[in-house]
């Protein structure tokens, strides 16, 4: 069995590889961490604007992205495996864009793009992470 721990050596978060070397990763753990409360904020921002009339993302679909965002940043910050918080926030990742993906059209607001981005972010970060513990 792998082992799968942290620690934090002065403020530096650090996993530990399959082959029981220690790695630094406070980088991937942060943006993971930032990507997450970006797309809680984008669910909350607006989605749609048309006529006057504005859908905010826990309306719809974003509703998936916020609860998505919510796993992600609850799992990764409180939880001390390091590699499953990255497999987690590699899922939520590809949730997150897939849904903004498929919001984004010309009547789009700005909540779509920063849920959107959040989310490849996510992906882009925890796939960092997840690399560098293998």
């Known amino acids: 069995m792998e082992a799968d721990s942290t620690a934090s050596e002065g403020g530096v978060t650090k996993g530990t590889s399959s082959t029981g070397s220690t790695i630094e990763i406070e980088t991937e753990y942060k943006a993971v961490l930032l990507t997450a409360v970006g797309a809680i904020v984008g669910a909350f921002l607006p989605w749609y604007s048309v006529l006057g009339a504005t859908v905010f993302g826990f309306e719809g679909d974003g509703a998936i992205s916020l609860i998505a965002?919510?796993?992600?940043?609850?799992?990764?910050?409180?939880?001390?495996?390091?590699?499953?918080?990255?497999?987690?926030?590699?899922?939520?990742?590809?949730?997150?864009?897939?849904?903004?993906?498929?919001?984004?059209?010309?009547?789009?607001?700005?909540?779509?793009?920063?849920?959107?981005?959040?989310?490849?972010?996510?992906?882009?970060?925890?796939?960092?992470?997840?690399?560098?513990?293998?």
């Open 69 to 134: 965002g919510i796993v992600v940043l609850g799992y990764a910050w409180y939880s001390d495996a390091e590699k499953r918080a990255m497999m987690l926030g590699i899922g939520g990742g590809i949730l997150i864009t897939i849904i903004a993906l498929f919001h984004v059209t010309g009547l789009s607001a700005l909540g779509v793009y920063l849920t959107l981005l959040a989310g490849i972010g996510m992906l882009i970060a925890s796939a960092s992470g997840y690399r560098k513990l293998s």
